[in-house]
């Protein structure tokens, strides 16, 4: 049953849209940002040209696989192939050039103090992605998501990142962990057991799924063995420029709560959504307890251990402990670190080193970039649930943001449009243990919208701030369109 909304017909929504477009401006008041953010436009010709060069990179790897075992360490690495030519086929990798000078100045300080890195060629890129992460692709190819960048405090945080992923690319984290599996999956033990189950009657499934544990590879994961060894080794690198080593600690413990909520997703949403003309309603925020819609909590006795495993950096606690004495033995304190004793009682020299090297200022600006640009990239990207998370997030610190109102209402729109077509499956992640509380209530509250929430909720949304957004653009074109969803829906 569509539901009549009191102060909106046809009539007036012909009128709104009237003004919304253009044609008459009696509003000349605006408090919207003074300059719009606009995403960068993707240098396609660019990445289609990165993409043919390491494509050739990577023929020439296979030709170097061993001849034993060789359909099992071609699969693993077309799936390697693969998921690289996916970051740059859904142009994932931020070609903006003044952000990538930036990044090879960074990376630069690092070569520059370590020869032996002259003749390991690789290549860093911005990711648009707004995973808190960091990886080594494979083909040389180490990705920075922006997601990551905009959450340190400084450049040593950021050097850190890198050097830790350039560990893991001297070091051959992911070429041997290939070679572990494909053994393993191949030795004469792996085999007779895997006869023994398939000859079994029963349980099948569960006997593979138990001695496979441990095996399977992922290259997009590192062992924890890995993790610390490539800790260890970026420091190392870190040595040899003028970054305070402090920086490695520092961002283990921000990466220790990097998955933590920044947002009362609750509360954010019934006061984003709260209308005059279309009151919140609490039964958008109720939530199925039954087999499919309960969302089970990793916080009972004895799950502790699979919580931190889910993280996106697990045992970041440990890792601190373990590189804790090779930044004390540098004397590193930070920026302006204290003296650290030898440990025979000797005081030792201080290399306190700096947060920045290269240039504050761009680091600032291009983390403010940061905050938008995966929002945007996250929407692109068919990704609407994650990209409202993110806009609501930069909406509760910056109510004012034209780009943030903007935002939500084209995500909204989006929603609209998805439910309408019988596809939100394909836009929406669904609530589900392993997300953090606060974005399982936001995807709940989208699960239990109709389309008449929807046109309603993005209307009155946008319709609220008009008098201070009406000069910018993104903002109007997505009032347009939820007035006519509205209409629609009237």
């Known amino acids: 049953m569509r539901s009549y909304v009191p102060g909106l017909n046809r009539h007036t929504l012909i009128i709104a849209l009237l003004f919304i477009s253009g044609s008459f401006i009696c509003c000349p008041l605006v408090r919207a940002q003074e300059k719009e953010f606009t995403p960068a436009t993707e240098n396609a010709a660019l990445l289609a040209s990165l993409l043919n060069q390491y494509q050739l990179q990577y023929k020439d790897d296979l030709n170097q696989l061993p001849s034993g075992n060789r359909k099992d360490y071609t699969e693993i690495y077309d799936e390697r192939w693969k998921s690289i030519q996916g ?3 859904k142009q994932e990798i931020y070609t903006a050039t003044d952000a990538q000078d ?6 630069n300080v690092i070569v520059k103090g370590n020869a032996e890195l002259f003749r390991r060629p690789f290549h860093c890129y911005f990711s648009r992605s707004y995973i808190p992460n960091a990886s080594y692709m ?3 190819i180490i990705l920075f998501n922006m997601g990551l960048f905009e959450r340190l405090t400084d450049e040593s945080q950021a050097a850190f990142i890198l050097c830790h992923e350039i560990s893991h690319y001297l070091l051959r984290h992911q070429e041997k962990s290939i070679d572990k599996y494909v053994t393993s999956i191949n030795s004469p033990e792996m085999q007779a057991q895997l006869r023994k189950i398939k000859g079994s009657e029963y349980h099948r499934r569960e006997q593979l799924q138990d001695l496979v544990k441990g095996l399977t590879f992922d290259s997009r994961r590192h062992s924890r063995d890995h993790e610390s060894e490539a800790d ?4 190392e690198l870190m040595r040899h420029t003028a970054f305070a080593l402090t920086g490695a600690t520092s961002t283990l413990a921000l990466l220790d709560s990097v998955d933590e909520d920044r947002t009362d997703a609750e509360g954010c949403l019934q006061r984003t959504f709260n209308a005059g003309e279309y009151p919140f309603r609490k039964k958008w925020l109720a939530r199925d307890e039954g087999l499919l819609g309960g969302h089970a909590h990793l916080k009972s006795e004895g799950q ?16 601190i402990k373990l590189i804790a004495p090779l930044v004390g033995v540098a004397g590193a304190g930070g ?5 650290v004793g030898r440990g025979d009682g000797s005081p030792a020299a201080v290399r306190a080193g700096r947060a920045f090297v290269v240039d504050p200022v761009k680091f600032r600006e291009l983390q403010e970039r940061c905050r938008y640009e995966v929002i945007e990239y996250a929407f692109v990207s068919d990704e609407y649930t994650e990209s409202l998370w993110l806009a609501l997030e930069l909406l509760q610190q910056r109510p004012a943001d034209g780009y943030a109102v903007a935002q939500v209402g084209r995500v909204l729109n989006g929603l609209y449009r998805a439910q309408k077509g019988h ?5 929406v992640d669904l609530p589900a243990p392993y997300y953090p509380e606060n974005y399982n209530s936001l995807l709940q509250f989208v699960q239990n919208l109709y389309l008449v929430d929807l046109a309603s909720i993005s209307y009155y949304f946008l319709k609220a701030r008009y008098p201070e957004l009406n000069q910018y653009g993104a903002f109007r ?8 969803n509205k209409m629609e829906q009237d």
Do not use: I, N
């Not at 260890?232 to 420091?235: F, G, H, T, W, Y």
């Open 102 to 107: 930036y990044l090879d100045k960074l990376v």
């Open 232 to 235: 260890s080794m970026a420091v």
């Open 304 to 319: 502790v251990g699979l919580a931190d495993s889910l993280k996106t950096h697990p045992d970041c606690e440990l890792r």
């Open 423 to 427: 596809t939100l499956g394909k836009v």
């Open 87 to 89: 970051k740059f086929d």
């Open 138 to 140: 494979g083909e040389g």
């Open 335 to 339: 920026a302006g670190g204290s003296p």
């Open 477 to 484: 074109k997505a009032l347009e369109e939820a007035a006519r």
